[in-house]
C-alpha cells in the first residue's frame, strides 16, 4: 500500500511530490518527468514482485514469528 501511494504523490496528474518538487527546483514538469522514466519503471516493478510474491513482504513477519 506505501508503495502505491509513493507512485501516486510522484506521477501526474494528482502528484504532489512532484509539483513540490518543480516549485522548490524552479523547473517545468516536462522536463523532470522524462529522467525520471526509469524510475517509474523501476517503481512498478518493486511495486509488482511484493504483489505477486508474497513471501518477499511475509519474510520477516514469518522470521519473527508473527505469523
Known amino acids: 500500500m506505501i508503495d502505491n501511494l509513493a507512485i501516486g504523490t ?10 513540490a518538487g518543480e516549485s522548490v527546483g ?3 514538469v516536462e522536463d523532470v518527468i ?10 512498478i ?9 508474497p513471501e ?3 519474510f520477516l513477519p514469518r522470521l519473527l ?3
Open 10 to 19: 510522484i506521477t501526474p496528474p494528482v502528484g504532489s511530490g512532484l509539483y
Open 45 to 53: 516493478g518493486v511495486l509488482l514482485l511484493i504483489t505477486y510474491l
Open 26 to 28: 524552479k523547473v517545468k
Open 56 to 58: 518477499i513482504t511475509l
Open 65 to 67: 514469528g508473527i505469523m
Open 34 to 43: 522524462k529522467p525520471l522514466m526509469p524510475f517509474y519503471g523501476a517503481i
